[in-house]
């Protein structure tokens, strides 16, 4: 599957689910031509001038396939994130959908990240507290900035115990002018 194929399946799938799922109240099946290895991914929508009206994800894959963790993670978004109401039918043309695809996690230390191209995780030494932050963040442009939102999204105080890990991602956006992938 090319780059440019991809981001259309991707994309298309997370707004397809988001729109049958609040529609018809079903969760749709991937074609069968999304055949796509297992990975973990987060699905975030936002409004035409850019706030955030929903993102959910997963760290490690919990689904068969990709297209299948899109289609979990979208719906999602849309209707389960407790920052946010529900997502509805009237807005659904006046939102845009990305998908990112993460990579393994990797131990990191502050020295290894750079909020532009790391995600960053941080979870306590008994893994009962996670906080997670995507790569490239508008307004996020520090280290020390990343992780005051991640220690903050764990719950952890500065003088806990923590692990750091770091991850890629593959972004796919629908184009902001007119929703097409």
Request: proline share 6%; net charge neutral.
């Amino acid at each position: 599957m090319t780059a440019a194929s991809a981001k259309y399946c991707l994309v298309s799938l997370a707004r397809q689910a988001v729109e049958e799922y609040l529609v018809r109240g079903q969760v749709i099946r991937p074609p069968a031509t999304a055949r796509l290895a297992r990975a973990a991914c987060f699905v975030c929508i936002k409004t035409l001038d850019g706030k955030l009206r929903g993102c959910m994800g997963t760290v490690e894959p919990s689904q068969p396939s990709l297209a299948e963790e899109v289609i979990a993670n979208a719906i999602n978004a849309a209707t389960r994130d407790p920052r946010f109401a529900p997502v509805s039918v009237e807005e659904l043309l006046s939102l845009r959908f990305s998908v990112d695809i993460l990579s393994a996690l990797e131990p990191t230390t502050l020295d290894g990240l750079d909020p532009r191209t790391y995600g960053l995780l941080v979870e306590n030494e008994s893994r009962t507290k996670r906080g997670l932050l995507l790569p490239a963040i508008e307004g996020v442009e520090t280290v020390e900035q990343q992780l005051a939102i991640v220690m903050h999204k764990a719950g952890l105080q500065g003088n806990e115990p923590f692990r750091l890990y770091r991850f890629t991602v593959q972004r796919f956006r629908e184009d902001e002018r007119n929703g097409a992938p």
